[in-house]
């Protein structure tokens, strides 16, 4: 108890206390002792603010100029702070033109164009390829043997029926389907064709969309789904399909359409009304189809959740086959062959990735996999899965992983060892797998 | 926000399948046939259901038991057999075991729910 420190004004109530306080522990200049305590009152700072400082880490957003071709100093995904970090190394890439697929190229590393770059920001890319499109300056892509081969079938395929052309790319996992799927797309955008470019076929089936059963034809519509992939396709083609004009009337619930009026009004009327938005996308696909000016190409990746069951139930709570649902259905007709395009191609890739979407009976059909004589397949999936042509997909040749572990080292701040020597170590170690050759640089073997 | 649906207060943020296990008597098996049976997909949250949508759910409800109406039928039951003089009844009445579990460890929960409703009631043979 501090007895010591007593106000000279409280000094009555000291007096009172001394009856408890022995007097030995007193002494009598306590008791006129001033206030001499360390307490000070606070004394308020100025006005005057003190700066903050920014921080250990600062975030560096820098605003993405994608209309202006301008070499960029900094990686748009280059965040931390300059003064600890280095940033990386600039890589002037040139662009992916339809000429650049040449065999000269194999191995060269070319970025996308800066008019295509906001087309695939409306259809986004594949959500694997993004990740790994991250740490590079901006979506770059090598050409290789097997670009160059499908390109020619593309080619070729530009004055032929799409029935003709009727593409699956396998392989194994990592082999570089979707960035092959993604050059040809880039191709066709470039050419110019009308590009209808799926990422991700798993959100048609996975029941992350609304559904309603149509009760005469027994089949169930996706109503808003439908309306996205029609907002897409007209943002991404809308300068087209201006050329386009319908060949009849056509009535959709409340709103008529007059032939000769371009597509787009088709469109307009399936984005802004919903319940016929379905409708509106399958008189756009016969339609442009019968046109003769611009090829058109389907690109589907995660193909082989079209050949599976889906997760959307039935009233009875069975799960739904894709050939119930409308617009799996619609696309579907178009890898069989039973409508096709007037010129243009479909093309699908398959994925390993997923394994509850990874279908038995297009493996079979391919080739991929023989047919258990104990096990009976759907028939109604088989069907979709005839007359396909397989492209298998190999792992990089040397002059590819070459001028890709190249441009990893070149764009990297990291990878700074002798290029021979990893090169070897990790062609060796991922036999040229593309996906664990990225891996293995990026993240260690 | 909350969705007042029959007695019972649903959070509309909560996806369908999840939000109508909130109703005593309705499970997840319950809740998935009943958005099948209206074809609700699996990913879909209250606030974005329509209006005939929520009336429709509300007619299937009613057509099922669920709530006072269940719970009103279990009691019954149960003083069924306190009043015809059954062994269940009897150890209903007790709060014992009525299954043949053993009692002399081990009948906690037994003690503790069983015989409620009979001694609520003030129910004597």
Redesign the interface.
């Given at each position: 108890m501090a007895f010591r420190h007593f106000y000279f004004k409280t000094l009555n109530k000291q007096i009172s206390l001394n009856h408890y306080i022995q007097p030995s522990l007193l002494s009598t200049c306590l008791i006129v002792q001033k206030r001499t305590g360390t307490a000070k009152p606070k004394i308020k700072k100025s006005a005057a603010k003190t700066q903050k400082n920014k921080g250990f880490l600062k975030k560096n957003l820098l605003k993405k100029s994608v209309n202006e071709d301008v070499e960029p100093t900094l990686s748009t995904s280059f965040t931390k702070n300059k003064e600890l970090y280095l940033p990386p190394p600039v890589v002037v890439l040139e662009e992916m033109l339809p000429e650049v697929y040449v065999e000269e190229n194999i191995g060269k590393i070319y970025r996308f164009p800066p008019e295509i770059i906001p087309k695939f920001e409306i259809f986004k890319f594949p959500p694997i390829l993004e990740q790994e499109f991250s740490p590079l300056p901006y979506p770059s892509l090598a050409i290789r043997q097997s670009s160059i081969q499908l390109t020619k079938l593309i080619e070729n395929a530009s004055q032929k029926s799409s029935a003709e052309t009727r593409i699956i790319l396998s392989g194994e996992m990592g082999v570089g389907k979707s960035a092959l799927l993604l050059q040809t797309v880039n191709y066709a955008l470039c050419k110019p064709w009308i590009v209808i470019y799926i990422p991700f076929a798993i959100k048609f089936v996975n029941s992350s969309y609304p559904y309603i059963k149509n009760k005469i034809t027994n089949e169930f519509v996706q109503p808003t789904l439908s309306a996205e992939l029609l907002k897409q396709i007209k943002a991404v083609n809308g300068k087209l399909l201006q050329d386009i004009t319908l060949t009849r009337d056509y009535k959709l619930n409340k709103h008529i359409i007059k032939s000769n009026s371009p597509v787009i009004g088709l469109m307009d009327i399936g984005i802004k009304d919903i319940s016929c938005a379905f409708q509106a996308f399958e008189i756009f696909l016969d339609e442009i189809g019968k046109n003769v000016n611009y090829p058109i190409l389907l690109a589907v990746d995660v193909v082989n959740a079209f050949y599976t069951s889906t997760e959307y139930t039935d009233v009875d709570d069975t799960y739904l086959d894709p050939d119930r649902l409308s617009l799996p259905r619609t696309i579907l007709d178009y890898f069989a062959g039973k409508r096709d395009f007037t010129y243009g191609a479909v093309i699908g890739a398959l994925s390993l990735c997923h394994k509850p979407y990874i279908s038995k009976p297009l493996n079979i059909a391919l080739g991929l996999s023989t047919p258990s004589p104990w096990k009976q397949y759907p028939q109604n999936i088989l069907n979709y899965a005839v007359g396909l042509q397989r492209f298998d997909v190999p792992n990089y040749s040397q002059t590819e992983a070459k001028g890709v572990l190249d441009y990893y080292c070149d764009g990297s701040s990291i990878l700074q060892q002798s290029r021979d020597k990893l090169f070897q170590k990790t062609f060796i170690a991922t036999n040229g797998n593309p996906r664990k050759l990225y891996l293995s640089c990026w993240k260690g073997l | 926000m909350v969705l007042h649906l029959l007695g019972v207060n649903l959070p509309e943020n909560k996806i369908v399948r999840v939000a109508l296990t909130y109703f005593y008597g309705i499970g997840h098996k319950t809740a998935?046939?009943i958005?099948?049976?209206l074809?609700?997909?699996?990913?879909?949250k209250l606030h974005?259901l329509s209006e005939s949508q929520i009336q429709q759910i509300s007619m299937e409800l009613s057509n099922m038991k669920i709530e006072t109406d269940l719970k009103r039928e279990v009691i019954n039951n149960i003083m069924h057999h306190r009043s015809i003089g059954t062994y269940k009844g009897k150890r209903h009445a007790m709060g014992y075991p009525v299954r043949g579990q053993r009692t002399k460890t081990n009948a906690r929960t037994a003690r503790r729910l069983n015989g409620r409703w009979i001694r609520k009631e003030g129910f004597s043979t």
């Open positions: - | 998935q046939r958005c099948s049976k074809s609700i997909h699996k990913t879909c974005e």
